[in-house]
């Protein structure tokens, strides 16, 4: 189980969904461009030291995370509000890798073609959508769970 974001724009939630990636020890993929100054110290600064410790792979665009996607075979599930599957309906495999999309954007329609799965969280009605930390963290955890991918 892996975890991408697209184009993230909020240092804090990058930093949180890394310490998420760290904690469960599945790597994290961040595809640039990102919507703030990315180094180090920024990621240590959003994340404090659990995210330096988190497997980190930068991609410079979209193109560069799809071809490596389609280089290792892992299949794309897309986290998204236009989801055509709820969360607890869809079938994780162990090889996913969970894509989120830009805090004030989403995803664009090429990344919508792209992936291999469209999947919802289910919420009240009424609700656009959860923050991009806390939608990474019940996705994973549902992900793990149906997968016995928690740590030991």
Same mark, same amino acid.
């Given at each position: 189980?892996? &975890? +991408?974001?697209f184009?993230p724009? &909020?240092?804090?939630?990058?930093?949180?969904?890394?310490?998420?990636?760290?904690?469960?020890? =599945? %790597? !994290?993929? &961040?595809i640039? #461009?990102?919507?703030?100054?990315?180094? $180090?110290?920024?990621?240590?600064?959003? @994340?404090? $030291?659990? !995210? =330096?410790?988190?497997? =980190?792979?930068?991609?410079?665009?979209? /193109? /560069?995370?799809? @071809?490596? /996607? !389609?280089?290792?075979?892992?299949?794309?599930?897309?986290?998204?509000?236009?989801?055509?599957?709820?969360?607890?309906?869809?079938?994780?495999?162990?090889?996913?890798?969970?894509?989120?999309?830009?805090?004030?954007?989403? =995803?664009? %329609?090429?990344?919508? $073609?792209?992936?291999?799965?469209?999947?919802?969280?289910?919420?009240?009605?009424?609700?656009?959508?959860?923050?991009?930390?806390?939608? +990474? @963290?019940?996705?994973?955890?549902?992900?793990?769970?149906?997968?016995?991918?928690? #740590?030991?």
């Amino acid at each position: 189980m892996e &975890i +991408a974001l697209f184009q993230p724009d &909020i240092a804090g939630n990058v930093g949180t969904t890394l310490r998420t990636a760290a904690c469960f020890g =599945v %790597p !994290a993929h &961040i595809i640039e #461009p990102c919507g703030f100054p990315f180094s $180090d110290g920024a990621l240590k600064r959003a @994340g404090m $030291d659990y !995210a =330096v410790r988190a497997i =980190v792979r930068r991609h410079a665009d979209w /193109s /560069s995370f799809h @071809g490596w /996607s !389609a280089e290792t075979g892992q299949r794309l599930v897309l986290l998204t509000t236009a989801g055509a599957m709820p969360l607890p309906d869809f079938v994780f495999t162990r090889d996913d890798v969970l894509l989120l999309g830009a805090e004030s954007s989403g =995803v664009p %329609p090429y990344v919508h $073609d792209a992936v291999a799965a469209r999947v919802a969280i289910p919420m009240q009605p009424g609700f656009r959508s959860l923050n991009v930390a806390v939608a +990474a @963290g019940i996705a994973l955890a549902e992900a793990l769970r149906q997968t016995k991918g928690f #740590p030991a």
